[in-house]
């Protein structure tokens, strides 16, 4: 056996996405191969290199010096963009390699390898080593990429790319590879399914099959998985994968379609590469209506396989978990899910479905669950009278956890009604930490624990920013995180940074009515009155005229001396009371505002028997009136609360 060991240049290159092409269309795969291989003969042969063998799409190669390995792999890029195109990722790197009867090895081999799975199509990336030998070269034009820790590897190394005109540089906040901690790499964002079928009304059913698919992947604890409502902001929209990635800070994307016909339903999906848009997954399914739930499971898992996670047992029966085995009811359920999030008048017919679907199958826990949240929506937003909802959440609630008590968002519900409704401090803050520890990733308890309890009830702002800001990290794209953070804020005085916020929220959504609301709040405890008029109109008109729009314009003309005004808007509500619901605690704002203290606490007094939420902002927000927290009745407002 003959071998001797010389410093060497190795090259190594593959085609991006080949398995996904074989998949999709052989005979095309194999000509692009064949075009692959002859290129790579040819030039590496006139750069006084040699092909030392082929792995499937890869081809390991060996040269003599640095500055002939980057002229092939330029060479190479350059001639594989003319049709037809090749997708090739190249890898370089410079060290000690053992030759042994034409075969090479060593470590030189494996690093060339791992600076190749970093590529995107098009690139050549190669090591510190590499760039020391040819920086100097005009005809190459090189930029750093930062250094990495490769797996057995035991030093991080820098990694540059050839940045001549027409290559592409990968950007490193994307960059996944063959690292020693691959954990970053594991994220991904569930795209809305697209709606093949007929009748757009079955836009419920995609929405919901992609929900319940996040949902499912969310339970993997080394999973990213990027929230429904920031994923979903990408609807109908034309946007790069590129962009998906930035936004929601994840490296592959879940995209697919439904049509469903009667009773049969055809689902494609496929599992993207944010840094190439390739695939790594991809799969067909034609099933019956009533084999649903094997579909999502069998999704799930296959996402779980193709990002090569490591499931424990408790993981996958969280994925596999069917909570009906009743089709009707689970699409009564979805449409629920569908119209619950849209807010606004829509909770209202979310109910009749949630309704529906526990008609169906009264032992549909989730269902039981989602009825108890939108009944607590209606109280928040002042659409009813909280007594109406807050027992019935509480019954729909328990009922849930009867029947599954890992339901976080039951447990939740629970939180919200022991703290809004009972005013049971201990058992409000032992339900929400439950469904923290059950579901860390469930926006609504940060939300509604951050704000409702701990920054309202407990005056701990510190510990509700953390929750608010979590809420963000979690979905980025959601108006209601940041309107909820500004007014976490806005308790705590920090008027400035709460309206940032605020705006950021109105970026994403312009008619989101939370943060138009407490933008008009904030400029008005900033005394820039007019600028918060207007953000009060803006909200009246997105609301179709909501009450809390009305009684923030009636306290800034007010401060502006307008009281003629705020008395007309005052006597709108009071017409408005007759024919339906306004939330009293707002409202008893106002005539302290109006300088009428004794119609302002009968308002309280309303508000105190109808358990307003917002009853439980007076005792630390800073938009109570000086004239209503000097009256005697005012501390034993709060007393009868019986704050902690």
């Not at 848009?277 to 396989?305: K, N, P």
């Not at 993981?315 to 009707?328: E, F, G, Q, V």
């Not at 968002?409 to 703290?419: F, P, T, W």
């Not at 008009?520 to 009450?547: C, D, P, V």
């Amino acid at each position: 056996m003959t071998e001797h060991r010389q410093l060497a240049v190795v090259l190594f290159a593959d085609i991006a996405g080949y398995t996904a092409l074989m998949h999709e269309d052989e005979d095309i795969a194999l000509q692009i191969l064949q075009h692959f291989k002859e290129e790579l003969f040819t030039t590496v042969k006139n750069n006084e290199g040699e092909i030392i063998q082929y792995f499937g799409d890869g081809c390991l190669m060996v040269f003599n010096n640095a500055s002939n390995a980057v002229t092939s792999a330029k060479i190479i890029q350059e001639n594989l963009r003319n049709e037809p195109k090749v997708p090739v990722r190249i890898g370089i790197h410079l060290g000690d390699v053992l030759f042994r009867e034409g075969n090479i090895f060593g470590d030189c081999v494996n690093i060339a390898s791992r600076i190749e799975s970093m590529g995107v199509p098009g690139a050549v990336l190669f090591s510190d080593a590499v760039s020391k030998q040819i920086r100097n070269k005009p005809e190459f034009q090189l930029t750093s990429l930062g250094s990495f820790e490769f797996k057995n590897v035991e030093e991080p190394m820098e990694i540059f790319a050839l940045a001549n005109t027409g290559f592409p540089v990968p950007s490193p906040q994307y960059i996944t590879g063959k690292f020693k901690d691959d954990g970053a790499a594991k994220s991904i964002a569930v795209m809305p399914f697209d709606n093949l079928s007929k009748d757009p009304e079955q836009e419920y059913f995609s929405d919901g099959m992609a929900e319940e698919i996040l949902n499912s992947l969310s339970h993997i604890k080394d999973l990213k998985v990027a929230g429904r409502i920031s994923s979903f902001q990408f609807k109908d929209k034309n946007i790069s994968l590129q962009e998906v990635g930035e936004k929601l800070s994840v490296k592959t994307v879940l995209a697919g379609s439904i049509r469903k016909q009667g009773t049969r339903v055809r689902i494609t999906v496929q599992l993207l590469n944010i840094r190439d848009g390739y695939q790594l997954w991809s799969e067909r399914y034609d099933r019956e209506l009533d084999d649903i739930f094997s579909v999502q499971e069998e999704i799930a898992l296959a996402v779980t396989d193709a990002l090569k996670l490591t499931l424990l047992k408790k993981d996958r029966a969280l994925i596999t978990k069917s909570y009906t085995p009743h089709p009707d009811a689970y699409e009564q359920y979805l449409k629920g899910r569908f119209n619950v999030i849209r807010r606004g008048g829509y909770i209202l017919l979310a109910l009749q479905h949630f309704q529906k679907a526990i008609e169906l199958d009264p032992d549909f826990a989730q269902a039981h669950a989602s009825f108890a949240d939108a009944n607590l929506l209606l109280a928040t937003y002042g659409l009813t009278q909280p007594k109406n909802v807050m027992l019935r959440s509480k019954q729909a609630a328990e009922k849930a956890l009867l029947l599954d008590p890992t339901v976080a968002e039951a447990y939740c519900s629970l939180g919200y009604y022991y703290a809004c409704y009972e005013w049971n401090w201990q058992e409000a803050k032992k339900n929400f930490l439950k469904s923290l520890e059950l579901n860390p990733r469930y926006i609504e308890v940060h939300l509604r624990y951050g704000c409702n309890y701990l920054t309202w009830v407990e005056g701990n702002m510190t510990e509700g920013e953390t929750h608010g800001n979590q809420a963000i990290k979690a979905e980025p794209l959601y108006a209601i995180c940041y309107g909820t953070h500004s007014l976490i804020l806005q308790t705590a005085g920090k008027y400035k940074e709460a309206l940032e916020y605020c705006k950021e929220g109105i970026e994403i959504d312009p008619n989101s009515f939370l943060c138009r609301l407490n933008e008009g709040t904030l400029y008005m405890l900033l005394q820039q009155y007019e600028e918060s008029i207007s953000s009060y109109e803006t909200a009246l008109k997105i609301s179709n005229r909501h009450h809390f729009a009305v009684n923030g314009l009636i306290w800034t003309h007010c401060l502006l001396g307008n009281y003629d005004k705020a008395n007309e808007l005052m006597k709108e509500l009071k017409n408005r009371s007759e024919k339906e619901y306004i939330a009293k605690t707002f409202t008893g704002i106002s005539a302290a505002y109006l300088n009428d203290l004794d119609t302002a606490f009968n308002y309280l007094g309303q508000a105190y028997e109808d358990r307003d939420p917002v009853l439980l902002a007076l005792k630390y927000e800073k938009w109570v009136p000086e004239n209503l927290r000097q009256d005697p009745r005012f501390e034993k407002l709060l007393s009868g609360i019986g704050f902690p």
